[in-house]
């Protein structure tokens, strides 16, 4: 047999196993690393785990509350342990949510107001008028529009002077704006009753004189005013309207025309009436009614409206 020579170091540690060519530097960076930590004690490859880190607590309303307890061990644990509660504070401000990554989102809930409300304040001009006063027309505005008829009694001898003893207005539309009987200032003699339908018992308990005519005059201010022969009811009324804005339909040649009267006749409002409408008014014995006389008077106001108004219009152009 031939002799097997065995060459034993007695260095103190096994052969050394040399590492590859490509990874020669990195073998030696790592050994030296644990040969390192052996040196102080500490052995690399028995090292403890990593301690999770543990989650800031929540904010409530901007600042982070410190609440007792142990940190969680993972984050979905500690998601379920965030606190949610209002804030108690007086005012009404929006509470901030926290997530799980700790940033605050916006409010869940929006910051109820209560809406404005305003009380209703009827305006100082206000009246009761019917809606209908206030539609527009292509002639102009209707609420400057009133027709005026009124009713006389006489006083003096024999009844022959003239007292206001009722007076209505109309609106554009034959809506009644006013219409009171009227107490004379002086004893009736004849309250012509055939004619005005006036009766004792009317002026009982009717309006003063002086009372109605104040009142009557503050309606019919800055107003257009349509009558029939209305020089007679600003007579008894001891007032004077100004001609621009006074239209008087028995001085209308346009009116005659439709009517086929002569241009320069003075036709009486039932006539009038009559002929355009085909309809009768003032009939029977109780007397002529202020009220349907101021309707019959708008309504042949409106017959010559377009017309009768350019022509003035052309008229004060002219001057």
């Known amino acids: 047999m031939s002799d097997i020579t065995l060459n034993v170091s007695y260095a103190g540690g096994s052969a050394r196993r040399r590492p590859p060519r490509g990874t020669r530097g990195r073998y030696n960076r790592m050994h030296a690393i644990g040969h390192r930590g052996l040196l102080e004690g500490n052995d690399t490859r028995n090292h403890r785990e990593r301690q999770p880190r543990p989650y800031p607590p929540p904010r409530q309303n901007g600042a982070f509350t410190h609440g007792a307890g142990s940190p969680h061990p993972s984050g979905t644990a500690g998601a379920s342990h965030f606190s949610h509660k209002a804030s108690t504070s007086t005012q009404h401000l929006p509470s901030r949510t926290v997530n799980n990554r700790g940033c605050r989102g916006k409010p869940k809930e929006p910051v109820h107001r209560k809406p404005a409300t305003t009380a209703h304040r009827p305006s100082a001009s206000c009246s009761h008028k019917p809606a209908a006063a206030t539609a527009q027309t292509s002639a102009g505005i209707p609420t400057k529009y009133l027709a005026l008829d009124c009713e006389m009694v006489g006083t003096g001898p024999k009844g022959s002077i003239s007292q206001l003893a009722r007076c209505s207005l109309v609106s554009y539309d034959g809506d009644v704006v006013y219409d009171k009987f009227i107490n004379p200032s002086v004893p009736v003699t004849d309250y012509r009753t055939r004619w005005s339908g006036i009766r004792r018992s009317d002026l009982v308990n009717a309006t003063p004189y002086s009372e109605a005519r104040k009142e009557i005059l503050r309606l019919l201010m800055g107003k257009v005013v349509i009558g029939h022969a209305i020089h007679n009811d600003f007579k008894v009324l001891g007032y004077s ?21 002569a241009a320069t006749e003075c036709a009486s409002l039932k006539r009038l009436t009559k002929a355009i409408f085909n309809r009768d008014i003032q009939t029977g014995r109780k007397g002529h009614s202020s009220v349907e006389d101021a309707r019959a008077t708008m309504e042949l106001y409106k017959v010559v409206e377009q017309e009768w108004e350019r022509k003035l219009a052309s008229k004060s152009q002219a001057c």
Do not use: Y
Request: without cysteine.
């Open 241 to 261: 309207h100004p001609g621009v804005l006074t239209r008087d339909t028995s001085r209308i040649p346009l009116l005659n025309q439709k009517a086929g009267f």
